[in-house]
Antibody, heavy 116, light 110 residues
Framework: EVQLVESGGGLVQPGGSLRLSCAAS????????MTWVRQAPGKGLEWVAN????????NYVDSVKGRFTISRDNDKNSLYLQMNSLRAEDTAVYYC?????????WGRGTLVTVSS | QSALTQPGSVSGSPGQSITISCTGT?????????VSWYQQHPGKAPKVMIY???NRPSGVSNRFSGSKSGNTASLTISGLQAEDEADYYC??????????FGGGTKLTVL
């Protein structure tokens, strides 16, 4: 089955760190750009970051630059998002998605809550 | 990196047609034919309904159609059904290899 499954979310204090993972299956992971998108409670979708096929190109939304790092392991069919210096405004459901220009396959998301 | 502009809400009666607009700039919607539309039901992940402005993925009803003129893209849903009630988001590829989303439109089927 073609799917993406996120994990690693949870409750973290402001200033803390968290690493999200996204396990891909059912398709050739190394052939696709991958993207992280987040959605704050009751809010809209926000593109967070993307990464190219071999991980040599990474792009971020301004609000996470210098704090978040996207990476991938094509041998493990996995995508990651290392989140440091977390803020309350980072609270959201984080989705991984396949594709760069038109993400068409999405996971179910993992909830990250930043609160003391 | 502000959001693309969508109306906050639209509504229609069963059987009617509605159109949701998505306005960007000459650096995103106007520059690329990489506009997508997503449907999101409460508590669910977004589902792509239209990609590359006009294309429908397999399995998506032909009641959904997309178009673009200049810096504005549009999603039209014809023959509204109760199951179409959801939030709809547009997205567009933008310069610097980024993606921009619209703020979302809540569709109510009366």
């Amino acid at each position: 089955e073609v799917q993406l499954v996120e994990s690693g979310g949870g409750l973290v204090q402001p200033g803390g760190s968290l690493r999200l993972s996204c396990a891909a299956s059912g398709f050739t992971f190394s052939s696709f750009w991958m993207t992280w998108v987040r959605q704050a409670p009751g809010k809209g979708l926000e593109w967070v970051a993307n990464i190219n096929l071999d991980g040599s190109e990474k792009n971020y939304v301004d609000s996470v630059k210098g704090r978040f790092t996207i990476s991938r392991d094509n041998d493990k069919n996995s995508l990651y998002l290392q989140m440091n210096s977390l803020r309350a405004e980072d609270t959201a459901v984080y989705y991984c998605a396949r594709g760069q220009t038109r993400p068409a396959l999405w996971g179910r998301g993992t909830l990250v809550t930043v609160s003391s | 990196q502000s959001a693309l502009t969508q109306p906050g809400s639209v509504s229609g009666s069963p059987g009617q047609s509605i159109t949701i607009s998505c306005t960007g700039t000459s650096s995103d919607v106007g520059a690329y034919n990489f506009v997508s539309w997503y449907q999101q039901h409460p508590g669910k992940a977004p589902k792509v309904m239209i990609y590359d402005v006009t294309n429908r993925p397999s399995g998506v009803s032909n009641r959904f159609s997309g178009s673009k003129s200049g810096n504005t893209a549009s999603l039209t849903i014809s023959g509204l059904q109760a199951e179409d009630e959801a939030d709809y988001y547009c997205s567009s590829y933008s310069s610097s290899s980024t993606l921009r989303f619209g703020g979302g439109t809540k569709l109510t089927v009366l």
